[in-house]
């Protein structure tokens, strides 16, 4: 094989569709009874409805509970959906009366962004989402694939440096 093959190879990887969403953006603030809630982790996933999910990219919150999350999804079936890790209900275990991590799941149909241009601010109040989740084994595999994805992106990144 020879180089400009392998590099005309190496560029298919990392070529997408012309006629795709090449990102979006997600910012606002995270809030608890009014208040701003710092260090909350948010993660932006494409949720195809199966174990095949696209972790599109995660953020926290920062001091004032202002967030940016930015994210490329990998096809045209976006179905954007936010998770928030926070203990704002202060969900206890009735034995122990330690916190149970908790989230909640806010979707933002395709519409909405397409009407905002892909840049669309969505504050969160905490206290009145009624579909808090006990923290459950979807939880540690978004995690843990949101993880993956920043080790595998920074790999790509370094790659991609080294060979252009």
Sequence with gaps: MSISTFLAGLALVFMKDPNSIENIAVFGKVTCDGNPVENVTIIMVDDNFSIFDHILNFRTTNKNGKYRILGSPHDEDLNLLLIVEHNCHENRN????????????????????????????????????????????????WRAAADIKTVASNSAEDLKNAIF
Excluded: A, C, W
């Design 94 to 141: 009735i034995y122990t009366r330690k916190l149970i991590e908790s989230y909640s799941q806010y979707r933002i149909p395709l519409h909405t962004l397409e009407e905002h241009g892909f840049d669309y601010e969505f504050n969160i109040e905490l206290r009145n989402n009624h579909g808090v989740h006990s923290s459950s084994p979807g939880l540690y595999v």
